[in-house]
């Protein structure tokens, strides 16, 4: 359907309170009723960060040399990246707009030194392997750049199985990927083994922290175990960070970190042909929000760690209390050994079909994130789940499970069995339920 451009402008104001209304109806994240996508630490923060983030709106990280301000933000970002995750001052790095870009910036620079080093020549199709619990953005990487993903399987605790990453390397992969933590179940992959095989067969070793770069190293000065995985592990030559995570700077703002800028040069390109003039690009975008970088910048600053210990405390507290509630439930557990507040809750019965329960929860104006394997909830605590939100969470999916107990008709139903469904989907038998999603993205561009 064609919807042409008005002829005429609206008055601002009035755009203002129609763009106000419409975010009415998205989901009530503000309450605590999402379990992903937003991190929101405070009304004030957020107030803050609009102003940093208006403040550099029409600046462009493009040209640091025009936008001095800019590129001095995104050094210390860099370098105080650096110095939060156990790096040297030898470690170099650029922020991006997010978790992907560096992970696929991450990866390009993997490829682009092997070829550099001449260990994959012509058509030799490079490889990378990784835990089959890595985020689907080094799918998207392995895609883009034409690289070979290689799975590795989990065991028993949810960490990817080292002897089975040992057994996938070969005189073409580029490097290895460990987690820290994973998305689905929040446990830390095991690095230091992940970072000693890499040493010992020449290939780099990638941990992708973009969600606990800035979670981990706070609970970690907090006291409380976190298995060992960030630059302070020999091996260790990348490490992907995001701010708009749980550093809780504005969208758009992430790290990527290399051992050295020998490895980051690969991350580059410059044009010395195009008639348009000399061109450098530290990234993928061409164009670079100021505003993100100036944000991250900001945030950091605002907090320092005393805030940010403060913050993660309490973090660290609601996650405590929603831990603890589900182990009254019976029925459901907490998968792995999760240090932090990013969490899976699997069922202990087949009298419990956490996808039914998920269901159970939507009456009951929650949106869980559902997990396929195993079949779980998924729960990522930020600020605005604190307190009471905690207690109800708890309290709600205590009465969700009881709802759907011992009735197998629940799975039939809803969101559940479609759930079902795809989770006992046989390998290789993906491709109708990947129709069906590639036409529900196609719906969404329909007005
Ligand atoms: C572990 C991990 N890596 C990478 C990403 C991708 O980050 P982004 O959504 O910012 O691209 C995510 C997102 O949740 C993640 O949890």
Redesign the pocket.
């Known amino acids: 359907m064609t919807v042409p451009i008005p002829d005429h402008g609206t008055d601002r104001d009035t755009l203002l309170d129609q763009v106000r209304a419409a975010a009415e109806g998205d989901a009530d994240w503000h309450g605590g009723r999402t379990f992903?996508l937003v991190y929101h630490h405070s009304d004030e923060h957020h107030a803050f960060l609009e102003k940093v983030v208006g403040a550099f709106l029409s600046t462009n990280a493009l040209n640091p040399i025009a936008f001095q301000s800019l590129r001095r933000f995104e050094a210390e970002v860099v370098r105080m990246s650096a110095w939060l995750l156990g790096g040297d001052d030898e470690v170099a790095g650029t922020m991006s707009?997010?978790?992907?870009?560096?992970?696929l910036l991450a990866v390009k620079t993997y490829r682009d030194r092997a070829r550099a080093e001449g260990r994959i020549v012509g058509d030799d199709a490079p490889n990378l392997v990784l835990p089959v619990t890595?985020?689907p953005?080094f799918l998207k990487a392995c895609h883009l750049l034409d690289v070979e993903p290689r799975l590795a399987p989990i065991g028993d605790d949810l960490r990817v199985d080292v002897a089975a990453v040992a057994g996938l390397i070969d005189d073409r992969t580029i490097a290895v990927v460990g987690?820290a933590?994973?998305?689905p179940h929040g446990v830390v992959d095991p690095i230091p083994e992940l970072a000693s095989l890499a040493i010992d067969r020449g290939v780099g070793c990638h941990v992708?922290?973009?969600?606990?770069g800035f979670l981990l190293p706070w609970v970690e000065r907090l006291g409380r175990e976190v298995p060992p995985w960030d630059l302070r592990v020999p091996g260790v030559t990348s490490i992907?960070a995001?701010l708009?995570?749980y550093g809780f700077a504005a969208k758009g703002a992430?790290v990527v970190l290399y051992r050295d800028a020998v490895l980051r040069r690969h991350q580059f390109q410059v044009e010395t042909g195009w008639p348009g003039g000399i061109w450098l690009s530290p990234t993928i975008a061409g164009t670079r929000p100021g505003g993100a970088i100036a944000g991250a910048w900001a945030t950091l600053r605002a907090f320092g760690v005393d805030g940010y210990l403060d913050l993660h405390a309490g973090l660290l507290g609601t996650s405590d209390r929603i831990r603890t509630g589900v182990a009254t439930i019976d029925g459901l557990e907490i998968l792995g050994d999760p240090p932090a507040g990013v969490f899976a809750i699997g069922s202990t019965t087949d009298e419990v079909d956490v996808f039914a329960v998920a269901d159970a929860l939507e009456t009951r104006g929650w949106h869980p994130d559902r997990l396929l394997s195993p079949p779980a909830l998924h729960v990522m605590v930020t600020p605005v789940h604190a307190g009471e939100v905690a207690d109800r969470f708890v309290a709600d999916l205590a009465d969700s499970v009881e709802e759907v107990r011992g009735r197998p008709e629940r799975s039939q139903e809803g969101q559940a069995a479609m759930y079902g469904m795809v989770a006992t989907l046989p390998d290789g038998q993906h491709e109708p339920a990947e129709e069906f999603l590639l036409a529900l993205i196609d719906g969404l561009y329909e007005v």
Not at 97 to 103: A, D, Q, R, V
């Open positions: 992903s707009s997010g978790g992907t870009e560096s992970i890595a985020h953005a987690s933590p994973s998305y992708d922290a973009c969600l606990g992907s995001d708009h995570k992430s």
